[in-house]
């Protein structure tokens, strides 16, 4: 399991005093009003950062960081991650879990037969689908719905479905 979870990826600078446009990589946006620090990826080292106020404008989340005050400051820090510790992470409900800790997920039928490896989670709004590659490459879409997901076990890496009529044709 990672222990930093990317909340949201810096786009830009806005204005002149160092604030940055952030996409966020989270469901909710407005969880950045409840952070009161994050990390920066720089590749080989995370730079942890106060924020001292937070707008949303259109799907976007404007950051201003306490140790910034110039748009020269915060230049550096486009197209880098910003990541949160699991500790300021929001609770998950039952039966939720971290994108990033089902990656790599082993899959199995409910029939015990292992289908593949679970690659990549599309979020689509209704419901997620999970990508699965097979052995030979190929992709397997499930629906991430309760009749199709039946166990998640991150602790065994292992994923249990049941594959409805038509989904591996």
Known sequence: MENLLR??????????AGEVKVFPTTDDA??????KKVMVDLGREQLELNIASVKFFKNMVILKFKE???????????KKDLMI??????????????????????TVTDDGIEIGTLKDV???GANDVYIIETPEGKEVLIPAIRQCILDVNIEEKKMT???LEGLLD
């Open 68 to 78: 910034y005050n110039d748009i020269n400051q915060v230049e550096r820090l486009v």
């Open 30 to 35: 407005t969880r950045f009003k409840k952070l």
């Open 122 to 124: 599309l979020q689509t």
């Open 85 to 106: 510790t699991r500790q300021q992470a929001v609770p998950l409900a039952e039966n939720e879990n971290f994108i990033c800790d089902m990656i790599g997920l082993k």
């Open 161 to 163: 479905v049941h594959l």
């Open 7 to 16: 909340v949201g990826v810096i786009t830009s600078t806005h204005g002149l």
